[in-house]
């Protein structure tokens, strides 16, 4: 079984730009929650989606979105980017049988650098 | 809200020698806890969590974790260490009353493990 497909691994973008970053999950997993990584702010939640519908929600500004397809593959996007955007951003799967965090499942990230 | 604090950034031990992660929560409501291990340029893994039951919790590569619920801890340990445990370890949390995935993590601990 394959696991969560984060692409493209690795991007570059100059601030004011917008980037999208994709998410595939593990096939049957309906849930599917972002994360950035920073070396200053650690791991933080953004959003997680769960049938299409945002079910969470981190404390991030406007600029960060995301949306979930039916086929419960996820995008991310950042509008006018700034240095700070500069991180690794986890997308996690999880089938979501029950209302906990039984078990999430991570991609190995979008590398994200902002020149 | 909930908060995780690791109380070392970074922790070195030799090969074989015993090793323990240490990690104090808060939160208003009950959690559920988590250790998580991340390897140079991968995602997240899942070590070991504790939902409930017995406060003693086994999770893989030898890693246990004892929750103590009176010092709101769940420190992490391994008897024996191996320079392949090298890696960042991350304590987390997630609300019982949350529905869905939402985690909230530690600071990490960089475990280097020498030969």
């Known amino acids: 079984k394959a696991g969560v497909t984060q692409t493209p691994r690795y991007l570059i973008k100059t601030r004011g730009q917008q980037v999208t970053l994709s998410c595939s999950p593990i096939s049957g997993h309906r849930s599917v929650s972002w994360y950035q990584q920073t070396p200053g702010q650690g791991l933080q939640f953004l959003f997680e989606y769960f049938s299409e519908t945002q079910r969470n929600k981190g404390n991030f500004p406007g600029r960060f979105s995301g949306r979930q397809f039916s086929n419960s593959r996820s995008e991310m996007n950042v509008s006018t980017l700034e240095l700070g955007d500069s991180a690794l951003y986890l997308c996690?799967?999880?089938?979501?049988?029950?209302?906990?965090?039984?078990?999430?499942?991570f991609g190995s990230g979008t590398q994200l650098s902002v020149l | 809200a909930q908060s995780v604090t690791q109380l070392d950034s970074q922790v070195p031990v030799f090969e074989e020698a015993p090793v323990e992660l240490r990690c104090n929560y808060s939160?208003?409501?009950?959690?559920?806890l988590f250790w998580y291990v991340q390897y140079p340029n991968q995602g997240l893994q899942l070590l070991l969590k504790?939902?409930?039951?017995?406060?003693l919790v086994k999770g893989i590569n030898g890693f246990e974790a004892e929750f103590n619920k009176s010092q709101t801890s769940f420190h992490l340990r391994k008897p024996s260490v191996h320079i392949s445990d090298t890696a960042e370890y991350f304590c987390a949390v997630s609300a019982l009353n949350n529905a869905g995935n939402m985690l909230t993590f530690g600071g990490g601990t960089r475990l280097m493990v020498k030969p």
């Open positions: 996690a799967s999880s089938l979501d049988e029950s209302p906990t965090n039984e078990k999430l499942f």
């Open positions: 939160s208003s409501v009950s959690v559920y």
């Open positions: 504790y939902l409930s039951g017995s406060t």
